[in-house]
């Protein structure tokens, strides 16, 4: 159950409406966000919420009977719509492209990946520079000197950033240069991390962990929102299964499943879903078919070159060739709304 406070409500309503759900035998915690403030209500017992609705300083109250409350779109009228500002803005029937190399390895690298975005209307880019990697001899990113890089770059096109966050301590340092923090499928439960994120105001997109569930994935989600932050995105990446002919297995169903369960958007990473290029276009396009609020891919100038994920990045006549292919689907998909 969730009660939604009223914009005056004073601080001691807020405590009888607290002590009014302990004495209904639920277990309440308050959450105040950028958007809002609300009381999350954990109980099993039914009870008439009529009683809580009639409290001063309840603006509204919802039934949710999701253990994961607050993404749970069983209480949110709208989808929720994310806004980085300069007419970008994701969800709701908002789509967009992310697009970018694996790893960000130098300004030039920068540079022509950003002009190549920028003539093909893709407006934000996607970039490592904190790299997770399963062998520590791997190339691990050029770190805030390659932030810094990276986001001067693509202001300079009109550009947002989205860029992975592997660490509590970096959430601060990062903040000036990016839009969207990503946390990667191996901290999708870094429980400590996903907290620290729910007390800045930039969005977040969380990736579903390598073997994680959809469920798994909602509550990851939650401790963001409970921790004051709205303002997210659910990524599909792929799961680890026994399947070896590709890198993951491409969940097509995590994208209506989600929706279904949560108002906040859904985006698909084909490259990490299959990691095999020449394949990344036909799961990227399925994803799009299947009702995703954007998608995000590696592109290179020349992924035989890439520091990292060279097999899974797009070139640029391919990833233009895709930009368009999507776009026509995405017109064909209206047409079905």
């Known amino acids: 159950m969730i009660i939604h406070l009223a914009p005056d409500c004073t601080e001691s309503i807020q405590t009888d409406i607290l002590c009014a759900v302990r004495a209904v035998g639920y277990t309440p915690t308050a959450v105040q966000t950028q958007f809002g403030r609300y009381i999350v209500c954990i109980g099993k017992q039914p009870i008439d919420i009529r009683v809580l609705g009639s409290l001063p300083g309840v603006r509204d109250i919802y039934y949710v009977s999701d253990d994961y409350q607050l993404v749970s779109r069983k209480w949110k009228l709208e989808r929720t719509t994310i806004d980085l500002g300069d007419g970008v803005t994701l969800g709701n029937g908002a789509f967009q492209i992310m697009a970018g190399p694996c790893s960000i390895e130098s300004e030039e690298q920068v540079c022509s990946i950003a002009q190549h975005l920028q003539r093909c209307g893709v407006r934000i880019m996607r970039g490592g520079v904190f790299k997770p990697r399963s062998s520590p001899y791997s190339f691990r990113g050029l770190g805030l000197e390659g932030l810094k890089i990276f986001a001067r770059i693509c202001r300079e096109h009109g550009i947002k950033v989205i860029s992975e966050v592997m660490e509590a301590a970096q959430i601060e340092p990062m903040y000036e240069y990016i839009d969207i923090y990503q946390v990667g499928a191996r901290n999708s439960q870094n429980f400590n991390l996903l907290d620290e994120l729910g007390k800045v105001d930039k969005p977040v997109m969380i990736k579903r962990g390598i073997s994680g569930t959809i469920e798994e994935l909602l509550y990851s989600a939650e401790y963001v929102f409970s921790a004051g932050n709205e303002r997210l995105l659910l ?28 108002h906040l958007p859904v985006i698909v990473d084909p490259s990490h879903a299959i990691g095999l290029r020449e394949f990344v276009a036909p799961v990227a396009l399925a994803g799009v078919a299947a009702g995703a609020d954007g998608i995000i891919v590696e592109v290179h100038e020349t992924p035989e070159e890439a520091a990292s994920d060279g097999a899974q990045t797009l070139n640029y006549e391919e990833s233009e060739q895709l930009f368009h292919q999507i776009r026509a689907l995405l017109s064909v998909r209206q047409s079905f709304s």
């Open 235 to 262: 990524c599909e990446r792929g799961i680890r299964t026994y399947e070896r002919a590709s890198r993951n297995t491409f969940d097509i169903n995590a994208i209506p499943i989600l929706q279904d369960k949560s």
